[in-house]
């Protein structure tokens, strides 16, 4: 598969390398480095795919003309359009050209993610009562400085799109709306911490933050024959996943934990995946769909002053 990476930021380089010889020519509307400046300046016929990674305003527009030319595609998250209509669209398009539009969530790729959606799948930890998942980082300055991050909703759709997409690999779509606890605006002009939760069937619950100086991710969910933890990420390792067994009527839990200290393996795992979307023709833009329509719920919940 030929391929093409438009936008040469972090994420855009990540891709470039893990796709390697496939990867046969470069845009960036800014970096000398890169082989043309616009999408449009390719010619159609020297790649099959491409993979996105421009800032979030710039996406809906240049998926369309991919798509509408029979290219697949790979796009970071989040892909927010303003309007479901938006999406609607793209959706469309990828189904009527029978090609693949696919948003990337690289985490649903850690080890331990999988280990915990097997864990879940399996029903040994009988009815699930809460999950709560933290994701910190400490880039608030830099976003702060950024040309076009520090707006909007801040670090909601950029790490509560990660956390979204999280809850509905392992529990699908919950039944009970999303509300926003709190919104803060501790050092940058968009929010920079933001709690969200739903208290349906399962009690979730999401913390993210732009000022967690030492990055880290944590998940907890707690069930009726035991729990289930994630400590860390692979790119920051070592990480770990621990599964405990309940014992009643109370008691020191047995406890078997896994540890990896290993590079992050999510950007070719997830390379390789959108490889066999594309072969097959399938598309994610329903969960984009949803994870819009949450975001967007939130955000209006932030701007109408409902939350800190």
Known sequence: MRVIVAGLG???HKRQAVAGSDCVATVDIVSSDADFKSVEDVPLGQYDA?????PDNAKPEILKYLLSNGKNVLVEKPLLAGENDT?????SLAEEKGITCYTAYNHRFEPH?????DAINSGNLGQIYRARLFYGNGTARLVRESAWRDQGAGVLP????HLLDTFLFWFGRPDKPFEMISANRFENRAPDHCVFASNGTISLEAEMTL????N???ADIFAEEGSAHISSLCKWGP????LRDRKLPSGRPDEHTVTISEADPTWKAEYQHFKSLVDAGTSNIENDIWIQDVLASLSRKIIMGTSQ
């Open 10 to 12: 972090v994420q855009g």
């Open 50 to 54: 491409a993979l996105v990674c421009t």
């Open 87 to 91: 999406l609607q669209t793209l959706k």
């Open 113 to 117: 993610f999988m280990r915990m959606k």
């Open 158 to 161: 950029d790490l509560g799109s």
């Open 211 to 214: 000022l967690s100086w030492r």
């Open 216 to 218: 880290h991710f944590s």
């Open 239 to 242: 990480s770990s996943f621990t």
